[in-house]
């Protein structure tokens, strides 16, 4: 039976993550670039100050909402996004992209997130512009939703526009059991039968009781655990990544440039002829930079659209911060990790040890932190793993949602926890293979659908800079429904009123 499905599967992931989705992923992102003028670059300052930097001077980014207030708060759609991207695929795929496609892969990462960062910030405008409410007042957006109402309202795209929302729910709720399930809890199983030789089950026992708590609580229940974990886990990381980095500074220089050398011209880590290196390289760095920052999956929107904020391009903003996050920061420090710690010879690109995954990174860890560098690795993967588990679990809720309604939606969540067990004693290879898969299938109606709004996307961003940044006098755009407009707009000149009476 496994092997019919790793059959299947592998012609699936062929397809998908081929020539023709790779250049969809590479192409959308520069066509998003090129319609925002290059929001990403111009506007770095802009979008840094209003996410990052709004965090420590805008209490209204971090403000909790009310019991009666169904959305999140900004920050905590940005941490159960993080919860989702800043996983497995930050050590394991930085590992498997460098075994693989050697340490020219890490450079085709920096250049998907680069372009990336414009297509989560084109999902996320679209998200915020075009989500609905639920029959709990919950907001809900997606990549379904901009594609039955978006594209759907173009001449002669209804029914396009229909089946591909429906096409992309039914593969976020198998993506939500592959990449935000399965590999994430057999990466920690994995980890902590190594490290501390605790039995698989018992791992497996511990997460569902665990998740069941969690995640049957609802969005709120799920941001609140978010918004402690995912900090503290990047934080924790981040320096014990510096430290190790800092311990190899020397070979800093050295790292870099077998990145870019080998991005073009070295061979793959098992060998092969020049063209076939630069196209492993190329593949498993898209490959796992997606699976790492998820840009182009349309995922994370699910969650940015549950936020309070009303200004698309505010949320799209956010969507870039999380890239650069999740794979220009946190994966880089993983590769320097594994690339200046001599695991790796940096003239020819191949392998100078025999172990996989997160036990490679566990092995440049020790050799500064010793024996406890695999105990730190399986810790992080620990906090990573299960905090992507929880992020995705909304994901594919909401594509559930989508497909069967609101009530339907806490079967899911049932079954999502006891897959739980199943992913803590399944075998890595094919739990990896199977989220490629699915992250492929997920991309390809999400992606067309981006395409196919780039203009509303550009228009929204024209908007905001108008009024925001030159201050303009023009009706804003923030949904694409008039009853939300108007009751965003009231809500907007009932704030303005109440700012007023507290200044006067």
């Known amino acids: 039976m496994l092997e019919t499905i790793t059959s299947i599967n592998g012609t699936v992931n062929g397809v998908v993550w081929g020539p023709v989705g790779l250049a969809l992923l590479f192409g959308t992102g520069l066509v998003m670039t090129v319609r925002t003028g290059g929001f990403q670059f111009g506007r770095f300052g802009h979008w840094m100050k209003n996410t990052i930097g709004a965090i420590f001077t805008n209490k209204n980014v971090t403000a909790h909402t009310t019991k009666e ?20 695929g930050n050590i394991v795929g930085v590992a498997t992209a460098i075994i693989s496609g050697g ?37 809900s957006g997606g990549a379904m939703y901009y594609l039955a109402d978006g594209l759907g309202a173009k001449k002669g795209c209804k029914t396009l526009g229909r089946v591909l929302a429906v096409l992309f729910s039914c593969f976020c709720v198998l993506a939500s059991f592959g990449i935000g399930n399965m590999s994430q809890i057999n990466s920690i199983a994995g980890n902590m039968n190594t490290a501390f030789s605790i039995p698989n089950v018992v791992t497996g026992i511990a997460l569902v009781i665990l998740s069941a708590l969690v995640i049957l609580g609802g969005l709120k229940r799920v941001a609140a655990v978010t918004e402690k974990i995912v900090p503290a886990m990047a934080v924790m990381y981040i320096v014990g990544a510096l430290i190790v980095v800092g311990a190899h500074f020397t070979a800093i220089p050295a790292a870099f440039a077998a990145i870019f050398k080998g991005a073009f011209a070295l061979p793959a880590a098992g060998g092969g002829i020049l063209g076939y290196g630069v196209s492993q390289a190329i593949t498993w760095g898209f490959k796992r930079g997606a699976f790492s920052n998820e840009a182009g999956l349309g995922s994370s929107v699910m969650v940015h659209s549950s936020s309070n904020v009303r200004e698309p391009v505010q949320q799209g903003m956010w969507g870039i911060f999380e890239v650069f996050a999740d794979t220009i920061v946190v994966c880089t420090l993983t590769a320097l990790v594994v690339l200046t710690s001599g695991f790796v010879d940096l003239d020819t690109g191949r392998m100078l040890s025999d172990v996989q995954g997160s036990a490679l990174v ?36 909401k594509a559930f949602e989508y497909l069967f309604g609101t009530k339907a939606s806490v079967g899911y969540k049932v079954v999502f926890v006891g897959m739980v067990m199943v992913g803590a004693t399944m075998k890595l290879g094919l739990a990896w293979d199977l989220s490629d898969t699915f992250n492929g299938l997920m991309m390809l109606p999400n992606l067309i659908g981006v395409l196919a709004l780039s203009g509303t996307v550009a228009r929204i961003t024209k908007n905001y800079i108008d009024r925001r940044l030159h201050g303009k006098n023009v009706a804003p755009l923030w949904s694409a429904f008039e009853e939300y407009q108007r009751e965003e707009e009231a809500q907007e000149a009932a704030e303005v009123q109440l700012d007023k009476a507290a200044n006067e």
């Open 362 to 397: 566990g092995q440049a860890f020790s050799t500064v932190f010793g024996h406890y560098g695999p105990k730190f690795i399986a810790v992080s993967i620990l906090l990573f793993a299960y905090s992507t588990v929880l992020g995705w679990s909304h994901y594919g809720t």
């Open 103 to 139: 340490p020219g892969a890490i450079f085709w990462m920096w250049i998907m997130a680069i372009l990336g960062m414009m297509t989560n910030y084109s999902e996320n405008v679209l998200g915020i512009f075009y989500r609905r409410k639920n029959e709990k007042g919950e907001w």
């Open 69 to 88: 207030d169904m959305a999140i708060s900004q920050f905590q759609s940005l941490c159960t996004a993080l919860a989702a991207t800043i996983g497995t």
